[in-house]
């Protein structure tokens, strides 16, 4: 049973920073991707940012310039920071990784982490 755990949530208020990561745990052969959604209230989740397993960063153009992800492959885990926040980044924050398995590929997702940018 593969599972996420977020951390690094909270308020902050505009212009500071956070740092967001996420543990894969479980039993599994490889990761092949992990990244960050977002969803706030009244809209879809969105894609924030994602890390290949070659290392290749995908973002979505609200962050770029602001937010960087990264990972440290041996521990599991993928980091979001999270600099020069605004108030329109307050949302939910969603990990996401795609593993394989023994037998499949499949998409997993943590609970979420609350993110408020507000003064």
């Known amino acids: 049973q593969v599972q996420l755990v977020e951390s690094g949530g909270g308020l902050v208020q505009p212009g500071g920073s956070l740092r967001l990561s996420c543990v894969a745990s479980?039993?599994?052969?490889?990761?092949?991707?992990m990244g960050w959604y977002r969803q706030a209230p009244g809209k879809e989740r969105e894609l924030v940012a994602r890390i290949m397993r070659d290392g290749t960063t995908y973002y979505a153009d609200a962050v770029k310039g602001r937010f960087t992800i990264s990972r440290d492959s041996a521990k599991n885990t993928v980091y979001l920071q999270m600099n020069s926040l605004k108030p329109d980044d307050t949302a939910v924050y969603y990990c996401n990784a795609v593993i394989t398995s023994w037998t499949t590929t499949a998409d997993y997702w943590g609970q979420g982490t609350q993110v408020t940018v507000s003064s």
């Open positions: 479980g039993s599994f052969f490889s990761i092949n991707s």
